[in-house]
Structures are given as structure tokens and as C-alpha cells.
């Protein structure tokens, strides 16, 4: 190796790995993605990413962020023909006690499918001066040349193996990460891993629709579940190509729907306008199910040791129940971490992975509260009273939104991540929350 050249390697290019590999241009004359899959050179679903079937909402803050680092993209994803539209007013809340009438909250948001998304990102970053994505290509250790250093990694392609040699190796190869096994083999103990499962299932598929045909005045539709009684729910939005993608789920083990007859069946079931929609569009895909949402956190910033030349990230520290639309906007956060950890170094001192994953605890933190509060009420074991009392409040504040168009407005900010939850606790907009929706009101208005 070159030893003036300073090289970083990222494991996987799902999009946490691709933000990475954007920041890491800026610091490292080399930067290897390597991914296992073999990626399509149009924008399709693929093995490694199996979460491409399914809807996939990027949430304010993550497309500011994104937007950040890949100026345009907002306008690329545009010309892909992924619709932007304003939240409030074009989203058709299907919540427990009703739905909140149109609202022009100024939140524009923009729906496309994540295949669309992970193809866009690929192509700005591998443009990168200093970054070479390799495919089809399986990370299966690590490299290290004195204990508690790590210089690279091991790959395999087909049947041969070798190594690649770099001063920084990020992990970022999402829920499957072998992270533990590798630091195992390394001699590092195990970090405490915790999960909390709601038993969330998805099933998913795409419609088009006819040429000239009317479309909904809603763009996407949301049907949230919420323990112990509401046990289904959907997604709904518009993406590129004059598409629908409907992701249907339910919890607690609830059976979701495998044939085309069955997905249609069970949309009826909903109290949103979906089944009605899809009952006269075309599929353009199969049913696809997924059921591995839990949430799963792995407490590496808690390890004594720690090698150096080593950081993770992403799904591979900290994923999330999907129904919450958070993964890919914390992958963003902790990429925007990575860059001020960069920036902040003087000169070539190599960044201190400890110190990485320390502060990358802290900012997923609260996504995991947001997450995994609503999912613990699933357990059958009831759950501590802080809990309970996180839930009480969130039920309370969700079934008074349609009431409220100003809670509607604060509450979407908490949601997309651009305002903190303090935004909800302005004197009026708490003790409306707390009075609760009026006895026997209910906004039950769904949009067509
Ligand atoms: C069903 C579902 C729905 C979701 N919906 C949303 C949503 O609406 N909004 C949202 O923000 N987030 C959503 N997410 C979460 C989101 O997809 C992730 O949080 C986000 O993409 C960040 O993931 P990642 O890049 O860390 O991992 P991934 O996207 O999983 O990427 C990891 C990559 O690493 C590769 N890889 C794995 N092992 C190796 C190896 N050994 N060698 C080389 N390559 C390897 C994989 O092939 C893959 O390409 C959803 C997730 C699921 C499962």
C-alpha cells in the first residue's frame, strides 16, 4: 500500500454506506464501497436490500440532510418524476379517533421509491473523484496487523479470497452486519444487544395507474397501528413513474396477506381509502412480505476496547421498527456526525472510533425512545410505568391531532424530525393535549 494515501473502506452501499462514502471523500484520497450484491445499473430492488419492496418515507430533516451533501438531488428525484407535496395537505391520516382535515402545514415532502433513491445516491457518489464501488463483493472479517488495530478487510468473491488494506474501515452493512462475530474473533467481548419486537409484519405492491385516469387528492395515506386494539394499518404513497406503492402491516403476529386476492381483502378491512384506490389500479409487482421490523440496538459505544481504524453505523448499530420512517434519516445524522468527527481532527490524526460510537449512542436515542416506547405496549408482560405513561400521553396527543390543526402542524414537526418534542410542550398546545379530544368528537372526514 501506498502509505501517503490515506484510504477508507465501507462496508455495504445501502444508503448509510453511500452518505458515508459522500463524507468520506472530503478526507480520504481513497474511498472503497464494497457491496455484496451486484447492483443493477437501473433502479430495481434488490437481494440486499430487501426493504426495497416496501414504502419507504423519507422524513423532513433526512431529505434536508441529503440534500446537504448531494445538492440537487431534491430536483434529480424530481425529474425521476418523484412528486413533492405539501404533508399536512396532501396526506390522508387515517389516526384511532379520526382523521385531520387538510392542513397547509409549509412541510414539503417528497415520495419515490427507495430503489429510485439508492440508484440516484450511487451514481452522485461513485462520480466521487476518490470513491470506487465494488459489487458483488463480501466482507467476511476483518484485516488487523497489531492487536487492537484494525487495517482493512477480508473479502470474497466466488471462491477467491483476499484483502483490502485501509486506514478506516466503517461498517455499514445494515440489519445482517457480522460486526459482533468479527470483534469476537478479535478477541473484543460481546456487546449487549437489545431488541424489543413488536411482531410487526409488512406486505407490499405497486400499482399504476391507467393513462388519463383520475387520481386521489391524497398523495400518501397513513393508518397507523397502536396497541392493544388498532392490529392494522397501511402506508400509502405516490412515487416516480405515475406509481403507487402500498405497504399494508399489522402486529402482534397479525396473519398479513400473501395472494393478490388476499392483499385486496385485507386493504378492505382498513378504515382508510386505499382498498377503494387499488380496487380499480393495475399491479406492477408481486406481493412482498417482510416481518424482521424489529428494533434492535447493539451497545458497542459500551465496550472497554474498542480497535483502532474502526467505526459502524447505521442499521448495523441501530435499526428501528421501519413503521416509523426513521432509518434512513438517523443513517443521515450519524453521517453528519462522521463529518464534524473529520473536520474536527487536526491534520491526518486518525478519528477516534470510541468517541464515534459514543456520540453515534446519543443521537440515536431518542429515535429509539420514539420506537420503541408505542412498540413495548405489543409485549404481553405490560410494561414499567414510564412507559405506560409515554404511551398514555402519545395516544392522548394523536387522538386529539384531528382537532387541533396546530397540534396537527406541531406534532408532523416532532414526527419528521425537524423540530425536538419540546415543540409539543408549549403551554397551550400540552394542556390541549392533556383536556384530550371533546367526549364524542370524532373527525372521521377521509379524503377521496
Ligand atoms: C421493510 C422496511 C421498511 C423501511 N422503511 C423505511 C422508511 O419508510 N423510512 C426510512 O427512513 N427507513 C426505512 N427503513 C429503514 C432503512 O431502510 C434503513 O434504516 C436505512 O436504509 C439505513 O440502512 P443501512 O444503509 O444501514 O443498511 P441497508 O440499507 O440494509 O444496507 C446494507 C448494505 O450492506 C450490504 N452488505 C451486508 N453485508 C455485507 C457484507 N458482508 N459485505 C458487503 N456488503 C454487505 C447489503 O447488501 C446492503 O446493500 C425500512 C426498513 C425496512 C426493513
Redesign the pocket.
Known amino acids: 500500500m501506498d502509505t501517503d494515501v490515506r484510504r477508507a473502506v465501507v462496508?455495504?452501499?445501502?444508503?448509510?454506506?453511500?452518505a458515508a462514502a459522500r463524507v468520506l471523500a472530503d478526507s480520504f484520497e481513497a474511498v472503497t464501497v464494497?457491496?455484496?450484491?451486484t447492483l443493477p445499473s437501473a433502479f430495481a430492488p434488490?437481494?440486499?436490500?430487501?426493504?426495497g419492496h416496501?414504502?419507504?418515507?423519507?422524513?423532513a430533516l433526512?431529505a434536508e440532510v441529503f440534500e446537504g451533501y448531494f445538492p440537487g438531488l431534491r430536483a434529480e428525484l424530481e425529474q425521476a418524476g418523484a412528486p413533492v407535496w405539501d404533508w399536512g395537505e396532501r396526506l390522508c391520516a387515517v389516526l384511532p379517533k379520526g382523521t385531520p382535515p387538510p392542513t397547509p402545514m409549509g412541510m414539503p415532502i417528497q415520495t419515490f421509491s427507495?430503489p429510485l433513491l439508492e440508484h440516484v445516491l450511487r451514481q452522485r457518489v461513485t462520480a466521487l473523484e476518490p470513491v470506487t464501488l465494488r459489487d458483488g463483493?463480501?466482507?467476511?472479517g476483518l484485516r488487523t496487523a497489531a492487536p487492537g488495530k484494525v487495517t482493512g478487510v477480508r473479502?470474497k468473491d466466488g471462491d477467491a479470497e483476499d484483502e483490502i488494506a485501509a486506514d478506516l474501515v466503517v461498517d455499514?452493512?445494515?440489519?445482517?452486519?457480522?460486526l459482533t462475530q468479527w470483534l469476537a474473533a478479535l478477541g473484543l467481548p460481546s456487546p449487549r444487544t437489545t431488541t424489543v419486537d413488536a411482531q410487526i409484519g409488512?406486505a407490499s405492491r405497486t400499482y399504476t395507474y391507467p393513462e388519463g385516469a383520475a387520481q386521489p387528492s391524497w398523495m400518501g395515506v397513513l393508518q397507523p397501528l397502536r396497541a392493544p386494539d388498532f392490529r392494522k394499518g397501511c402506508?400509502a404513497i405516490q412515487i416516480e413513474n405515475n406509481a403507487l406503492h402500498v405497504?399494508l402491516h399489522g402486529a402482534g403476529g397479525t396473519q398479513l396477506p400473501h395472494t393478490d386476492d388476499d392483499f385486496l381483502a385485507y386493504a378492505t378491512t382498513l378504515r382508510s381509502p386505499v382498498a377503494d384506490t387499488i380496487a380499480s389500479l393495475t399491479p406492477t409487482s408481486a406481493v412482498r412480505r417482510?416481518a424482521?421490523?424489529v428494533n434492535r440496538k447493539i451497545a458497542y459505544h459500551r465496550l472497554s476496547r474498542w480497535p483502532d481504524g474502526l467505526i459502524a453505523?447505521?442499521?448495523?448499530v441501530c435499526?428501528?421498527n421501519?413503521a416509523y420512517?426513521?432509518?434512513?434519516?438517523?443513517?443521515a445524522l450519524e453521517v453528519r456526525l462522521l463529518e464534524q468527527m473529520l473536520g474536527n481532527r487536526r491534520g491526518r490524526t486518525p478519528l477516534d472510533g470510541r468517541v464515534f460510537q459514543k456520540r453515534l449512542a446519543r443521537v440515536t436515542a431518542s429515535s429509539w425512545l420514539m420506537a420503541t416506547t408505542p412498540d413495548r405496549a405489543w409485549g404481553k408482560s405490560g410494561s414499567a410505568w414510564p412507559v405506560q405513561a409515554g404511551n398514555w400521553f402519545m395516544n392522548r396527543l394523536i387522538d386529539t391531532v384531528p382537532h387541533d390543526p396546530q397540534l396537527y402542524t406541531a406534532f408532523s414537526s416532532v414526527f419528521h424530525m425537524i423540530a425536538g418534542p419540546q415543540a409539543l410542550a408549549a403551554p397551550r398546545l400540552l394542556s390541549r393535549v392533556l383536556i384530550g379530544p371533546r367526549p364524542g368528537a370524532s373527525r372521521s372526514a377521509i379524503m377521496s
Open positions: 462496508i455495504g452501499a445501502g444508503v448509510a454506506g453511500l464494497i457491496e455484496r450484491d434488490r437481494a440486499g436490500a430487501p426493504q416496501h414504502v419507504h418515507g423519507l422524513l433526512g427507495r463483493l463480501t466482507v467476511t473479502v455499514a452493512s445494515g440489519r445482517s452486519s457480522h409488512y402506508y405497504t417482510y424482521r421490523t453505523l447505521g442499521d448495523a435499526t428501528f421501519p420512517g426513521q432509518g434512513m434519516t438517523v443513517a
